[in-house]
T-cell receptor, first 112, second 114 residues
Framework: GENVEQHPSTLSVQEGDSAVIKCTYS??????FPWYKQELGKRPQLIID?????GEKKDQRIAVTLNKTAKHFSLHITETQPEDSAVYFC???????????FGTGTRLQVFP | ETGVTQTPRHLVMGMTNKKSLKCEQH?????MYWYKQSAKKPLELMFV???????ENNSVPSRFSPECPNSSHLFLHLHTLQPEDSALYLC?????????????FGPGTRLTVT
C-alpha cells in the first residue's frame, strides 16, 4: 500500500525566513497531494493541494512542487510569520481509492 | 451550527465499557471519515463512507464499529477498548471521495481508556 514519509519532523525558523517541508510517496499511481495545517488544539485544515498533472502551484506565500519521477513533493512557505507556527501534514491519494494517506507531520515554529 | 461537529469532546472509559462517538456534518457532503490521531501515528485513516456505504476499512480492530445511517451522521461504537486506543478521534467529511476533495475536519473527541 501507499506509504508517505515526511521530513523534517520539527523545523524552527526566524520570522521572515523561508521554510521547506518535504514528502515522499511510494505508489507511483498516486494522483492527489494535499497539505493540511493543524494549529495547536485545533482541527486540521487544507492549505494547498496539487494534482499529478501539475508540477507547481502557488497561493500567496505558500507553494507546492511535485516531482513525479522522484515521487516527492514539497511545501514552501516564504516570508514566514509567527502565525505560520503549526503542525503541517502532507498526504497522498493512491489511484482509484477513497483513502488519504497522511505523513507523520512537521512541527514548524516561527520565532519573532 | 455549521461545519463538522463531534460529541462528546472528551470521553474517559474503562476497558469493559461500551460508548459511542457521534459526528454530524452540515455541509451537504456525501463522504465521511474516521481518523485516529495519536503521538505515534498522526492522522491514521480508520474508515471511509460514501453515500452511507463503507468503502474503506483500514484494518481496524473489530472493537471499533462504525455506523453511517445517512450522509450527515457518522458514529463510532466502542467496546472492550485497550489503553493504547487512547487518542484523539477525528471525523471528517468531503463532497466526494477518491481523495480529490478537500476534507473538513471536526474538532475531535479526546478518548482516554483506563
Amino acid at each position: 500500500g501507499e506509504n508517505v514519509e515526511q521530513h523534517p519532523s520539527t523545523l524552527s525558523v526566524q520570522e521572515g525566513d523561508s521554510a521547506v517541508i518535504k514528502c515522499t510517496y511510494s505508489d507511483s499511481a498516486s494522483n492527489y497531494f494535499p497539505w493540511y495545517k493543524q494549529e495547536l488544539g485545533k482541527r486540521p485544515q487544507l492549505i494547498i493541494d496539487i494534482r499529478s498533472n501539475v508540477g507547481e502551484k502557488k497561493d500567496q506565500r505558500i507553494a507546492v512542487t511535485l516531482n513525479k519521477t522522484a515521487k516527492h513533493f514539497s511545501l514552501h512557505i516564504t516570508e514566514t510569520q509567527p502565525e505560520d507556527s503549526a503542525v503541517y501534514f502532507c498526504a497522498a491519494t493512491p489511484y482509484n481509492t477513497d483513502k488519504l494517506i497522511f505523513g507523520t507531520g512537521t512541527r514548524l515554529q516561527v520565532f519573532p | 451550527e455549521t461545519g463538522v461537529t463531534q460529541t462528546p469532546r472528551h470521553l474517559v472509559m474503562g476497558m469493559t465499557n461500551k460508548k459511542s462517538l457521534k459526528c454530524e456534518q452540515h455541509l451537504g457532503h456525501n463522504a465521511m471519515y474516521w481518523y485516529k490521531q495519536s503521538a505515534k501515528k498522526p492522522l491514521e485513516l480508520m474508515f471511509v463512507y460514501n453515500f452511507k456505504e463503507q468503502t474503506e476499512n483500514n484494518s481496524v480492530p473489530s472493537r471499533f464499529s462504525p455506523e453511517c445511517p445517512n450522509s450527515s451522521h457518522l458514529f463510532l461504537h466502542l467496546h472492550t477498548l485497550q489503553p493504547e486506543d487512547s487518542a484523539l478521534y477525528l471525523c471528517a467529511s468531503s463532497q466526494g471521495t477518491g481523495g480529490n476533495y478537500e476534507q473538513y475536519f471536526g474538532p475531535g473527541t479526546r478518548l482516554t481508556v483506563t
